[in-house]
């Protein structure tokens, strides 16, 4: 909290002294909260929001920016959102309709695990080191299989049981601990289904998949890979956060849909439908 408001107010271009009295309170105050020694209270948090709002300023970028590490040797710093904060050990038990499956979800950056908690009444932001020493990895790349994988973790390929597409899937990560793979946008299980239902071409989908560019997540997928995750920083999000990052959020998924429209219209004719694909199998 003490680097965003830090950063707000250098973002503004004033000293402490302008800071506070445009956001009506003491130099000193200002001065408390950023090195860490008091917080806002909600009111003074609400005017930093709208303070905000009236100078342009994108918190929200700030926010992301403010909350980053850098990597060690062999160990990575991923991050994670927590609805309500992670109680007892690091465990693969996420729900099993996820992108992955059932994991412990971690992004290569502040913005999606952010985003993805924002609505939530008392989320919690961790900073972990995931040691990468002797894990398995299966990375995929943006292409069919990112998407048919999600589709298979996401339960949009039971029409497909029993084809050998479906093994393929449902086979793929056997035997690795971690999986690697792109975060796909809002849009992407909207578009997932109309693959499946015979109305959208694969080009299209990977096209719309990967429109906006969110970074990759890993997934400890085994107990051995979620033992190699170490907490650096937990942080409760504050109000002032949660409200600018909803912001974000509802306005990221609008670009995301408009843009995706643009693609179906663009690539509508190009590609395979879904059917056609399991015919050449």
Known sequence: ??????????AANMNQEQFASALGTTPLSINRWENGKTLPNRMAQTQLYNFCKEHAIDVAQLIIDTKAYGDADNKLVLYHGSKKGIVGDIAPISRDECD???????????????TLVCNEDKPKFYTVELDLTGLKMLTVEIGMDWAMLIAYYRKEMESAKGTPIYEKYAHMADGYDVIIGYIANDRMYTELSRFFNRTLTDVALINCLSALDLGKQYVAITEKACKQIKILK??????????????MSAERRKEGI??????????RREGKFFDEILKGE
């Open 1 to 10: 909290m003490k680097d965003l408001i830090k950063a707000i107010r250098f």
């Open 100 to 114: 992955f499956g059932s994991g412990f979800y971690m992004g290569t950056n502040t913005l999606q695990p952010l």
């Open 258 to 267: 408009t843009l995706a429209e643009e693609i179906e219209v663009k690539y």
């Open 234 to 247: 937990e942080e409760p999000l504050s109000q002032l956060e949660l409200s600018l990052l909803k912001d």
